[in-house]
């Protein structure tokens, strides 16, 4: 069978059983369920079934397994089942908890997900990428991702970067026919392949090929698909745990040997050794890092940010400049017209008027030159130009007739690299020219002005005004659009240097305040230590006026523009770069620039951005953010987190939670480690000591599987606390597990320890062995529930109060309840190894195990005093 591309557009459409008008709602539904979702499997997701029997995956589990099987032959099956069913309990949990993050971040995923615009029904329709079926009409404009393997039916100068396929970094042009002869992917310029950008045109493409059925399927399947990667926090964990495991390994061998040599018997005393090992060497820490993370990004989504992987929610708190966009994120994008300069006269817009013939030229040209209309009130298009289209309604003028009564010849839309729009019209018989533009980018290509008195040379007196009356409007926050025109030759077709040798009209002034929560949020970005930049393609003096009602920029601040930043070499903007809050004109190159300098400093970057040549500079900042209302499907693809609401006030909360979220993390950790560290210690201190064992296997077993992760995820569900912004971003090239941090925890650790030891002299004195150890576990339990408290903030508890986080009184809770019920259950008493309690020594349990909590607290009031 001939191959897509050597097939007639006929053929192909009738093998798919669809024509242009798209599939129907119901085929498309039906082929949706036989063909799959239009998405690559991701490297198959183990089952809750695998992920089950890989929580047994850990060698030292297995070790306490077995010894617990031969143990039983020796006479303590009880204790054996004990272990076994905390150990099953243990994986029960874990497996909830991983099959939740799972979800959580599919979700994400969905959430980030490209959207494609297809036909169906004989309609345009708006569609999640993964519902794309085979035969669908997709339709392709410049910065859509390709989103399935297509062939073209139309091709308007379509452009598409395959790179991600055939490593090609330059666009290639796509159109229609058929491709006799067999030819590489490279060379098939009829069909469009998934996974490519659309840099330029539009198109019109059926789909042949969707899921693993498209050629970067193909490859996916064959490099076997992408794991989810590791964050850098999960790896410097990692390596970290494997450190730890090794001391404790040290530490466990110790301790069998020094057992050994009290005669404990061998299997016993490898039992403990290895129960020791199980319970004290925190493999949970990259998860709870996964699961805190993950809750995180949840949140964030609700607050309009989502994330697109987890690495950004730690870059995230990092963040110490903010690149953003003006018109629209720090803006509210609602144009409205303010005044018109024509004839040398400020005018308001209601003073237009059609009968006269230069304010004609001028509503043409602002009414043609203009893709937008606006439909039961809603502006559709670009704000810019449906503003002037709101502008021509208020004085009554029919856009629609006009529109329809003159036909398009001719068009180059607009760009944000030339800032220009060019159109040809038959005006009065003659085909004309028609441009709006940037003041700046059109003055230099014009030659002649129009006023009442008709057409002249423009002489240089007359630049100076317009150019004065630009910098009067731009000085109050207005962005100024210019028009111009020119009669065009007969055969005259439009190129780029076709936009020359123009008739001056006049401008139009428009105002887009600021967004009501602007203000404050840069205020916050700047307790935060973060530094707050606009980056815009506006007029730099608009700019700046914009950038000062909001704060961004100060007294003494530089505002430079993108040809400005041309001419300067890297040295000088290296020395210049912390005092430029304003950056006009730019150009896509110039905001990578930017990053690169910023970055040489040592900085974390944020960028914003929204066109398709934006990519490149989202993927260079730390922290690429994209828009989700206005932004190209290309520029979402290369960011790190989008914006829902395009927001600038987003980011800043989005950064908040995740300095929220790292402090979460480090807080869960402190609590394992700290408790751990308890364990280890009254072990030690008892082998050392020739006293008995404090704990059975199974006291350490059910402290560290059962009651212990509750608290800690409990922690990691903290909520912001207000003083978050008001701390510096963290330096991302320290470490979570520094000195300070390390110390807390042995200090803490110790104190849990002495009371635990404490307990179990109390119990020694009073009981024997058996006593002791029940005083010491028990103690030991409730000391870490209690700890969970001092964990959740560097705060008093006082302070912070216990309603902020229910989740960790919960945890409290419930631990305490597990604690109780193995203490006073018959049943549940045996299997734990637990003596009576007299009402005496269970009152001296909390007693003791609440000191170590008091003092930190008062520690933590005398700190903030
Ligand atoms: P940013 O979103 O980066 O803050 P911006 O939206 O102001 O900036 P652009 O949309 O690139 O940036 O516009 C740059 C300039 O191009 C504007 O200042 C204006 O003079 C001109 N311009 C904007 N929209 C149009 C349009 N639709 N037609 C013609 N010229 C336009």
Known sequence: MRTWYQRTEEDILANLHVTKDGHTSKAAAELLETKGENVLEGGKKKSTLQVFISQ????????????????????????????????????????????????????????????????????????????????????????????ADGRVLNSYSLQVNESSLTGESTSVDKSEGVLDEEVPLAERSNMVYSSSLVTYGRGVVVVTGTGMDTEIGKIASLMNATRE???????????????????????????????????????????FAVALAVAAIPEALSSIVTIVQA????????????????????????????????TGTLTQNKMTVQNIYIDGKVIEPEELDLKN??????????????????????????????????????????????????????????DSDRKLMTTKYRLHGVPTLLTKGALDVLLDRTTRIRTSEG??????????????????????????????????EENETLSLDSEDNYIFLGLISMIDPPREESAAAVADAKRAGIRPIMITGDHKITATAIARQIGIFEDGDMAVTGTELDAMPDGELDEKISKISVYARVSPENKIRIVDAWQRRGHVVSMTGDGVNDAPALKKADIGVAMGITGTEV??????????????????????????VYRNIKNAIQFLLSGNMAGILSVLYTSVMALPMPFAPVHLLFINLLTDSLPAIAIGMEPAERDLLSEKPRDPKEGILTKKFMTDIFVQGALIAAV???????????GGSALASTMAFATLTAARLFHGFNCRSKHSIFKIGFSGNWYSLAAFAAGMVFLNLVLFVPVLKRLF????????????????????????????MIREH
């Open 635 to 660: 520029s979402k693809d290369a960011a790190s987190m989008i914006l829902t609401d395009d927001n600038f006030a987003t980011i800043i909360k989005a950064v908040a939670n995740g300095r929220n």
């Open 229 to 271: 990667k590791k964050t850098p926090l999960q790896v410097s964990l990692d390596q970290f745990s494997s450190k730890l495991a090794m001391v404790i390994m040290v530490i466990c061998v110790i301790v069998f040997a020094l057992s050994l040599y009290r005669q404990m018997p061998v299997l016993d005393a490898m039992m």
């Open 56 to 147: 047994f995956a850990d060698l030292l589990v297995i070790i306490l397994i077995v010894a617990a099987v031969i143990s039983a032959f020796t006479g303590s099956e009880e204790s054996t089942i004990v272990i076994i069913a905390v150990i099953i309990l243990n994986a029960i949990l874990g497996t909830v908890q991983h099959k939740k993050a799972e979800k959580s971040l599919d979700s994400l995923k969905s959430l980030s997900s490209p959207s494609a615009k297809v036909i169906r029904d004989g309609q345009k329709m708006e569609i999640d990428s993964k519902y794309v079926v085979p035969g669908d009409i997709l339709l392709l404009e410049a910065g859509d991702l390709v989103v």
């Open 833 to 860: 190894l637990v003596s009576s309690l007299t009402s005496g020594q269970y009152g001296a349990i909390y007693l003791l195990a609440v000191i170590p909590t008091i003092l930190i607290q008062c520690v933590k």
């Open 295 to 326: 809750m995180g990004t949840q949140k964030m989504a609700k607050e309009h940010a989502i994330i697109k992987e987890l690495k950004a929610v730690e870059s995230l708190g990092c963040v110490s400049v903010i690149c953003s966009d003006k």
């Open 455 to 488: 057409v002249r040379e423009m002489t240089e007196a007359d630049r100076e005004t317009i150019l004065n009356q630009n910098l009067n409007f731009s000085e109050n926050g207005l962005r100024v659009l210019a028009f111009a025109y020119r009669e065009a």
């Open 756 to 766: 635990t030891m404490a307990a179990f002299y109390m119990g020694l004195n009073k």
């Open 357 to 414: 013939q230069l304010h004609r030229y001028l509503l043409y040209d602002a009414i043609l030159t203009n893709d937008s209309t606006i439909v039961d009130g809603k502006g559709i298009g670009d704000p810019t130009e449906y503003s002037l289209v709101e502008m021509v309604r208020k004085i009554h003028l029919p856009d629609r007739v006009i529109r329809d009564m003159m036909p398009r010849l001719e068009e180059i839309p607009f």
